[in-house]
T-cell receptor
Framework: NAGVTQTPKFRVLKTGQSMTLLCAQDMNHEYMYWYRQDPGMGLRLIHYSVGEGTTAKGEVPDGYNVSRLKKQNFLLGLESAAPSQTSVYFC????????????FGPGTRLTVL | AQSVTQLDSQVPVFEEAPVELRCNYSSSVSVYLFWYVQYPNQGLQLLLKYLSGSTLVESINGFEAEFNKSQTSFHLRKPSVHISDTAEYFCAVRFFGNEKLTFGTGTRLTIIP
């Protein structure tokens, strides 16, 4: 069981470039989340999904898009990267609405120059 | 407004000394409370949680937290810390009726040998 994996682990982008972060899980969990972690700000929710084919906005969705075409994958896209998007991005999963524990991936460190 | 506050951004403690990490929340609805731990260069892991029942909850590695409804607090304590407890600790709240977790800004616990 790999649990929650994130690809890539590190990435450096130039302003204006685009990229997609992949979160994959093998636990058959319904819910998936994308967070960003910045010093002194804790984790902030970007987007989340309560099931295959669904997505919803979190606290800081601007500049990001997501897709959940398959239950096991949750993609986070940056169409035109900005320096303000330099951060560590974490994906998390949750089994279903009857449970509360979230399981986190190892993170992706993104730098936008 | 619904929010969660961790007042201490950094807490240095001598090895084998006790520690308390503070967490307060603001809510007009019922809450579910969590402490997550992030070891260096890793994702977050659930440490303990309060959903209902006994207000004192314990983790397998000696931490405990007590839900105090009148004080709207969920402080994390350990009677004797070890070097391996060095990590960042996040308090998180799920407000009743909401599918999302709201995280505090984190407390970095540093153990002094």
């Amino acid at each position: 069981n790999a649990g929650v994996t994130q690809t890539p682990k590190f990435r450096v982008l130039k302003t204006g470039q685009s990229m997609t972060l992949l979160c994959a899980q093998d636990m058959n969990h319904e819910y998936m989340y994308w967070y960003r972690q910045d010093p002194g700000m804790g984790l902030r929710l970007i987007h989340y999904s309560v099931g295959e084919g669904t997505t919803a906005k979190g606290e800081v969705p601007d500049g990001y898009n997501v897709s959940r075409l398959k239950k096991q994958n949750f993609l986070l896209g940056l169409e035109s990267a900005a320096p303000s998007q330099t951060s560590v991005y974490f994906c998390a999963t949750r089994r279903d609405r009857l449970t509360d524990t979230q399981y986190f991936g190892p993170g992706t460190r993104l730098t936008v120059l | 407004a619904q929010s969660v506050t961790q007042l201490d951004s950094q807490v240095p403690v001598f090895e084998e000394a006790p520690v308390e990490l503070r967490c307060n929340y603001s809510s007009s609805v019922s809450v579910y409370l969590f402490w997550y731990v992030q070891y260096p260069n890793q994702g977050l892991q659930l440490l303990l949680k309060y959903l209902s029942g006994s207000t004192l909850v314990e983790s397998i590695n000696g931490f405990e937290a007590e839900f105090n409804k009148s004080q709207t607090s969920f402080h994390l304590r350990k009677p004797s810390v070890h070097i391996s407890d060095t990590a960042e600790y996040f308090c998180a709240v799920r407000f009743f009726g909401n599918e999302k977790l709201t995280f505090g800004t984190g407390t970095r616990l540093t153990i002094i040998p």
